[in-house]
Nanobody, 121 residues
Framework: QVQLQESGPGLVKPSQTLSLACTAS??????????WSWIRQPPGKGLEWMGV???????YYSPSLKSRTSISRDTSKNQFSLQLSSVTPEDTAMYYC?????????????WGQGTQVTVSS
């Protein structure tokens, strides 16, 4: 059964780039059955889907975040990463990585535990 673990700094200064990694174990991120997504939840708000990377390395992003978001992967580490540029305090959130169905990109039951990122000077 796949396990996901987010890692990265918990504090980022405004205007800088937020960088997080998600390491998968128990399953390959190159499996054609699945995609791999990033989702966030600002305090007091609902979940926001940020983007996804498919088994072939293609990426798709939320239109509202597309200009600032990049998802990449390192298959040798079975890891995929998120970069969010030009952050503001509104980007403060719990950030999750999650496995998703390749057919419709809907996150399934396998999520990381989440990592809190605060944007503050």
């Amino acid at each position: 059964q796949v396990q996901l673990q987010e890692s990265g700094p918990g504090l980022v200064k405004p205007s800088q780039t937020l960088s997080l990694a998600c390491t998968a174990s128990g399953g390959s991120i190159t499996s054609s059955y699945y995609a791999w997504s990033w989702i966030r939840q600002p305090p007091g708000k609902g979940l926001e889907w940020m983007g996804v990377i498919l088994s072939d390395g293609s990426t798709y992003y939320s239109p509202s975040l597309k200009s600032r978001t990049s998802i990449s992967r390192d298959t040798s580490k079975n890891q995929f990463s998120l970069q969010l540029s030009s952050v503001t305090p509104e980007d403060t959130a719990m950030y999750y990585c999650a496995r998703a169905a390749s057919a419709n990109w809907a996150p399934d039951d396998y999520w990381g535990q989440g990592t809190q990122v605060t944007v503050s000077s």
